[in-house]
């Protein structure tokens, strides 16, 4: 039997499934393990369900045991993955396509009415019972009409281009490729990604993590955005440089932003606090029964797969 080590507490029914399919070590208190106790405690695994607040870099592989043979990660990212460490340890890693791309859109889209709707000082204002209605009070952006640039036309980043055009919004996006009608939701295509921050009067990121990506918003990307626009994260906090969003916020640039994920989770950078616009959100993107249960289910689907035919459809590295 082969025995399989998961480092995050998962729902119970998933839980329950993971033991009749292997031996398996959960995470009964679902502790953070450090790099160090996650190495002691995959001794004598084959394989490791790992989550994206392992950090699994380089070093941490290396000294991983050669009985692991699998990460599955339970994420759609693997931004906490070194992914050539693990292939030149002949380890595969998975991830979890497809499942959460609805729940993380509907986060994607909260983001933007949260910002531009100014939902977080109108909760604020609400709860404290210190408000009064007048014909200016927390007057926000109105998004029919309003240009809002994808930047990853992905899964999620279509699914919330589709939703944003119902609303009124007029689409534009920037990909590594450009896409065929049936996906692109009549979205405009920008090759250039400076291209679409100029006409992205709401941005919203949703492309994957990578050496790439990282920092990929920075100072120089935000000068391209019309006076005024909203950034919003749906992705992953590596993407964006804090530094300059928070002083974009300052200097009034960016009217507001709208994250889900920020660098450093979950320790946010003071600069966004006194910020009351700031709407953001704790990493809750694909937080649903339904989505969590079936992210939890094709992780340990790709360990099962793996180790029935040697390969598996969602490998990543
Ligand atoms: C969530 O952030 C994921 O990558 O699955």
């Not at 399989?4 to 393990?33: C, F, G, M, P, Q």
């Not at 994420?75 to 396509?97: H, M, Q, S």
């Not at 896409?179 to 295509?189: E, R, S």
Request: proline letters at 3%; one cysteine or more; charged letters at 25%.
């Amino acid at each position: 039997m082969k025995k399989i080590l998961i480092t995050r507490k998962l729902l119970r029914s998933n839980e329950d499934r993971a033991k009749n399919i292997w031996d398996v070590k959960l995470n009964l208190n679902d502790e953070l393990y450090s790099q160090e106790k996650l190495i002691e405690l995959s001794k004598g695994c084959d394989g490791v369900l790992s989550a994206l607040t392992d950090k699994l870099d380089k070093d941490t592989i290396n000294k991983l045991p050669d009985s692991v043979k699998i990460l599955s990660n339970f994420a759609v990212g693997f931004g906490n993955i070194d992914l050539e460490a693990a292939r030149k340890k002949g380890i595969i890693v998975t991830n979890t396509p497809d499942v959460l791309t609805d729940a993380t859109a509907e986060i994607g889209v909260l983001l933007i009415l949260g910002a531009c709707r100014r939902a977080s000082e109108g909760i604020e204002g609400a709860k404290a019972s210190n408000w009064k209605w007048s014909a200016d009070y927390l007057i926000g952006k109105q998004l029919t009409g309003t240009r809002l640039g994808i930047l990853g036309m992905g899964r999620i980043g279509q699914k919330i281009a589709k939703v944003a055009k119902s609303l009124g919004m007029v689409i534009h996006y920037h990909n590594r490729s450009k896409l065929t009608p049936d996906k692109d939701q009549g979205a405009i295509y920008h090759e250039n990604l400076n291209d679409l921050l100029s006409v992205s009067d709401v941005l919203s990121i949703c492309c994957p993590a990578s050496k790439e990506t990282e920092n990929l918003i920075n100072k120089k990307a935000l000068e391209h955005l019309p006076a005024g626009a909203v950034v919003t994260n749906i992705a992953r906090g590596d993407i964006v440089d804090d530094e300059a969003l928070i002083d974009a916020l300052n200097r009034r640039k960016v009217y507001a932003v709208g994250l889900d994920v920020y660098k450093g989770e979950p320790n946010l950078n003071p600069g966004y606090l006194k910020h009351k616009s700031a709407f953001i959100l704790p990493h809750l993107g694909s937080a649903t029964k339904e989505t969590r249960t079936a992210m939890a289910n094709l992780a340990i689907d790709n360990i099962e797969e793996f180790f029935k035919i040697g390969k598996c459809k969602n490998k990543v590295n």
